[in-house]
C-alpha cells in the first residue's frame, strides 16, 4: 500500500517530519518498504507569460512562442497547440527536464528554428484539465513559481507492507492518521458527522448475511468539469490515475476513508436497485471489457435488466459514469468480507474494492461516505442536489470485551498503571464504559480479547520500552496427544516392515476417483474455490492418489513399489462435513530382476503386515474371506477386515489386473482400512523372559472345505486354553481328489515345565475337536 505525507498531514496539524513519521510507524508495527521522496518531475517546470506568438515560416501548423521567465529572460519555443496567446500564463519545461512518461527533453530544431524546451499541456503534466492544449493557468501565482510549488511542494509516498491484522482497519490515509496522532500525542483527528439516510424506496436486499448494510444515495451533479487539482495530486502521488471527477471522488475516499464507492449512471438504472446472489446463465459485461459468467455464489448488484455490478468487486459497462452523466446514484455498502474474497478469486480480479472488502470494512463509513461525497462534490462545485436515499439494514452496536489491566501487565511483563494502559486505549479510539468494558471501534475486527489490547498498548508506547526478561516455565516433558501417537506408531510400524510413506494432496475429482473405480457411496465435499478442476472434490479415499504415485513412478522407471499413506478422508452429511483418519498400503506383485533372486511378492505380504500391526497396535482386528469385495478388488483374493465393534473397516485383497494396468503395473496388492481412535488399554512393548524349557513342534494334516477361511482354523485353535502353545503357522496347502488339505505347523513350549507327548497328543486332539464343527478332519 502507498500512503502520502501530505495527504496524512491535512488530518493531522503539527505532523512531523517524513522520517520520524516512517520510524514511528515502524516502532507501531507498520513494515515502511520505502520512503521516497514525489514530485522531481516538477521541480524545473516553472510558470511563464506569454508575449508574442507568430506563425512559423516553415510549417502552417507550427508556432513560434516568445515567452518571459521568471528573472526577465526570454525564449522562444516551437509549438503546435492551438491556444497559448499573449497575455496567458502556461508551463515551460526548460532543456533536461525528465516528463513524467520517462522523455528527458531536449534543444531540438524543428523545420530550422531552434526549440529549447517545451510548452507544457496538462497531460504532459500528468493532469486533466479539460479540452485545451497548453495548459492556460489561471491562478495567482506568479511569473517563475515553480509548478512543484504550485500543487503544494514535495510529497513523501510510503510503501508500507501490511500483515493482515492492519490491513484490517489501517488500508487508508484516515487509518494512518489516527494511529500517527496516538503515537505522537496530537490531538485525535475528527470527521464530518454521518450522512441522515432518507426513506426512499430505491433498493431492494435478498439476504441480510450477504449485505448487512446497503445505503443508495441519488445526486444531481453537473457533468463535463474537471477534478480539484489537489484531489488530483494526492490521488498522482500514490499511482492513481485520474478519470473524471464522479469517478475521482470515489477512488479518492477509497484510499481516503479506507470504504470503497460504486457510483451508478442513475440515468441508465431501470428500476430498483438489487442486491442479490446471481441467477442461473446471468452474464456480466465487466468494466475491464470482460464477458463473465456468473454463479449462484457470487452477489450482485442488479436492476430490472439484470446484472449491473459485481458486488463489492468491479461495476458493469451497462451502468458506467461517464464524462457526461448528471445523475449519480451512490452505492456505500458494507459486504460479507469472506463472500467478496471468494468472487474476487474466482473472477480472478483484484480491484483495489475487492482486496478492500476482502479484508473487512468499517461499517460506519457506510454513513459518514456519502457525507463525505457530498461535501468534496461541493468544493469542487459540481453538485447541485440530493434526489433520494435509503438504507437497508442497521447498524449494530460496537463490541465491548472485558478491561484486564492486570492480565495485560502480565502478558507484558510491565508494571503500568491502570490509568497508562486506559489512556493508551483511548489514544487509539477505543473507549472505557461506565461499567468498565473496552468499547471496541467498529472497524477493529481483529480486536477480540485482552491479549490484542496487551497488543496495541506494546505498540503505542514501543516495544523498545519494556524491560525484556527471560522466560521461565516449568520444565514439563513434551508428549504427543493419544490419537497422533497411536497414528505415529502404526505408520513406524508399516514402515519398519519395508513401506515407503508418501504424502499425497487431499484434494481430487470424481474423474480421478472413477478412474480407480473407487465406489464408496455418500456425499463428497465440494471445495468452492478450486484451484484447479483435478481438484474440485476432498478426497473419500486414499487409494486413487496413491495409485497415481504409482504410475507417476512406474511411468518413469520400471520398479518394485512399496507404498503407503495414513492420513484423513472427508466426506459429507447433507452440510454436515465428516473426517476420518485411513491407512491405505500399495505393493506391485510382480518379479523384477535381481542377484540374489529376490522373493517374489505376493498379497500374503501385505497380510503379515497387517498382522503385525494388529498385534502391536492393540487393534483388535479379525479377518476373513469374502465374496463381496468392493469393485476394484479381484472378487477371490480379498479379506474383509472386521474391528472389535463387529463391523467391516477395511479389505485387503489384490487390484482387479485391468484397473492395475491404467497405472502402468500388471499386478497390485492394496490394503485399505479406516482407523479409530486408539485402544483404550494397549499393552506397552516389553521383554519376554528366555524360557529354559524345550520346544515341542507337531505337523497336522487336515481337509478343510473349500468355504473354510484359514483365519476361522486360527481363531477355532486360540480360543482353546492350550497349554503352552506359541505359534501356529501354515507351512503347506494340497489339492486332490479328497479336496483341499492344509499342513499346520504348532509349536507348544510351556515357561513352567517340560511337556510330555500325553500332553501334547490331548492337546492336538482339543484341536481336532474345536475344528471339527467346521467339517475339518485329519488327512489319512
Avoid at 469542487?380 to 492486570?406: D, K
Avoid at 476432498?538 to 495414513?566: D, K, M
Avoid at 505393493?587 to 503386515?609: A, R, S
Avoid at 483374493?637 to 484397473?659: D, Q
Amino acid at each position: 500500500m502507498k500512503a502520502s505525507y501530505n495527504w496524512i498531514a491535512r488530518y493531522v496539524p503539527g505532523l512531523p517530519e517524513p522520517s520520524q513519521v516512517a520510524e514511528k510507524l515502524t516502532q507501531m508495527g507498520w513494515e515502511v518498504a520505502s520512503a521516497e521522496p514525489w514530485g522531481r518531475w516538477y521541480e524545473p517546470v516553472e510558470l511563464v507569460e506569454v508575449t508574442h506568438r507568430v506563425k512559423h515560416p516553415d510549417a502552417d501548423h507550427l508556432s513560434i512562442v516568445t515567452v518571459t521567465r521568471g528573472d526577465g529572460s526570454r525564449v522562444d519555443v516551437v509549438t503546435g497547440a492551438s491556444n497559448g496567446m499573449p497575455g496567458d500564463h502556461v508551463w515551460y519545461a526548460p532543456v533536461g527536464t525528465e516528463l513524467v512518461d520517462g522523455r528527458v527533453l531536449e534543444a531540438v530544431s524543428m523545420r530550422g528554428v531552434l526549440s529549447p524546451g517545451m510548452l507544457l499541456s496538462a497531460s504532459e503534466l500528468g493532469y486533466v484539465q479539460g479540452p485545451q492544449d497548453l495548459w492556460i493557468w489561471q491562478g495567482p501565482e506568479a511569473v517563475g513559481t515553480r509548478f512543484l510549488d504550485a500543487i503544494g511542494g514535495w510529497d513523501t509516498v510510503f510503501e508500507l507492507e501490511l500483515t493482515p491484522n492492519l490491513a484490517v482497519f489501517g488500508q487508508s490515509m484516515q487509518a494512518l492518521a489516527r494511529e500517527l496522532a496516538a503515537g505522537f500525542s496530537l490531538p485525535r483527528p475528527q470527521w464530518d458527522p454521518p450522512f441522515a439516510y432518507g426513506q426512499d424506496s430505491l433498493a431492494l436486499r435478498e439476504d441480510a448475511q450477504d449485505c448487512p448494510l446497503y445505503g443508495l444515495v441519488s445526486y444531481q451533479i453537473r457533468p463535463q468539469d474537471v477534478t480539484p487539482l489537489w484531489m488530483q495530486t494526492l490521488l498522482r502521488a500514490i499511482g492513481q490515475r485520474i478519470i473524471f471527477p464522479a469517478v475521482d471522488l470515489t477512488n479518492f475516499l477509497l484510499w481516503d476513508m479506507g470504504q470503497p464507492l460504486h457510483a451508478f449512471d442513475g440515468d441508465k438504472v431501470q428500476g430498483l436497485i438489487q442486491v442479490r446472489r446471481a441467477r442461473p446463465g446471468e452474464e456480466l459485461l465487466t468494466l475491464d471489457g470482460q464477458q463473465r459468467m456468473l454463479t449462484a455464489e457470487d452477489l450482485v448488484i442488479a436492476d430490472d435488466q439484470g446484472p449491473l455490478a459485481l458486488a463489492g468487486v468491479m461495476g458493469g459497462v451497462r451502468s458506467a459514469i461517464s464524462a457526461q452523466t448528471a445523475h449519480v446514484m451512490l452505492e456505500s455498502a458494507h459486504f460479507q468480507p469472506s463472500l467478496i474474497f471468494q468472487t474476487m478469486r474466482r473472477h480472478q480480479i483484484y480491484s483495489d474494492a475487492a482486496l478492500h472488502f476482502g479484508k473487512g470494512t468499517d461499517p460506519l463509513a457506510v454513513f459518514l461516505a456519502p457525507a463525505r461525497y457530498r461535501g468534496l462534490l461541493g468544493e469542487a462545485g459540481l453538485y447541485e442536489s440530493t434526489q433520494a436515499s435509503q438504507l437497508l439494514g442497521h447498524m449494530e452496536a460496537a463490541r465491548q470485551i472485558p478491561f484486564e489491566p492486570g492480565k495485560i501487565r502480565k502478558l507484558l511483563g510491565v508494571e503500568w498503571d491502570d490509568k497508562k494502559i486506559q489512556a493508551g486505549l483511548e489514544r487509539l479510539g477505543f473507549g472505557i464504559t461506565a461499567s468498565g468494558d473496552v468499547l471496541i471501534p467498529h472497524d477493529r475486527h481483529d480486536v477480540n480479547g485482552s491479549h490484542d489490547l496487551a497488543e496495541e498498548v506494546a505498540r503505542l508506547y514501543g516495544i523498545d520500552t519494556i524491560a525484556p526478561t527471560v522466560f521461565s516455565a516449568p520444565a514439563v516433558p513434551g508428549r504427543r496427544e493419544e490419537g497422533e501417537a497411536y497414528r505415529e506408531l502404526i505408520k513406524n510400524t508399516v514402515a519398519e516392515a519395508g513401506y515407503w510413506e508418501v504424502v499425497t494432496r487431499s484434494f481430487t475429482s470424481p474423474e480421478r476417483v472413477a478412474r480407480a473405480e473407487v465406489n464408496l457411496g455418500g456425499e463428497a465435499v465440494v471445495v468452492k474455490n478450486p484451484l484447479r478442476d483435478e481438484e474440485r472434490t476432498l478426497r473419500q479415499s486414499l487409494l486413487p492418489g496413491l495409485l497415481e504415485v504409482v504410475e507417476t513412478n512406474r511411468s518413469r522407471r520400471s520398479l518394485p513399489l512399496r507404498l503407503f499413506e495414513l492420513a484423513p478422508v472427508y466426506g459429507a452429511d447433507g452440510d454436515t462435513p465428516l473426517e476420518a483418519n485411513e491407512l491405505a498400503v500399495v505393493e506391485t506383485l510382480e518379479d523384477f530382476p535381481g542377484y540374489p533372486h529376490p522373493d517374489t511378492p505376493h498379497v500374503l505380504d501385505l497380510k503379515g503386515v497387517l498382522e503385525q500391526v494388529n498385534v502391536r497396535c492393540g487393534m483388535g482386528l479379525t479377518w476373513r474371506q469374502t465374496d463381496q469385495a468392493p469393485e476394484y478388488l479381484h472378487p477371490g483374493r480379498t479379506l474383509e477386515i472386521w474391528s472389535p465393534r463387529g463391523e467391516v473397516c477395511g479389505y485387503l485383497g489384490e487390484v482387479r489386473p485391468r484397473i492395475a494396468q491404467r497405472y502402468h503395473a500388471k499386478r497390485l496388492g492394496v490394503w485399505v482400512m479406516r482407523v479409530g481412535a486408539a485402544p483404550a488399554v494397549r499393552e506397552a512393548p516389553r521383554m519376554e523372559r528366555p524360557v529354559r524349557f524345550p520346544e515341542v513342534v507337531r505337523d497336522l494334516s487336515v481337509v478343510v472345505p473349500a468355504l473354510v477361511a484359514y483365519q476361522s482354523l486360527v481363531q477355532a485353535v486360540k480360543a482353546l486354553p492350550l497349554p503352552g502353545l506359541r505359534s501356529v503357522a501354515p507351512i503347506d496347502r494340497y489339492s486332490g481328489e479328497f479336496g483341499q488339505s492344509w499342513t499346520l505347523r504348532f509349536v507348544f513350549q510351556p515357561d513352567d515345565a517340560t511337556l510330555t507327548d500325553a500332553e501334547v497328543d490331548g492337546a492336538m486332539q482339543q484341536i481336532l475337536d474345536a475344528m471339527a464343527p467346521l467339517g475339518v478332519s485329519i488327512r489319512q
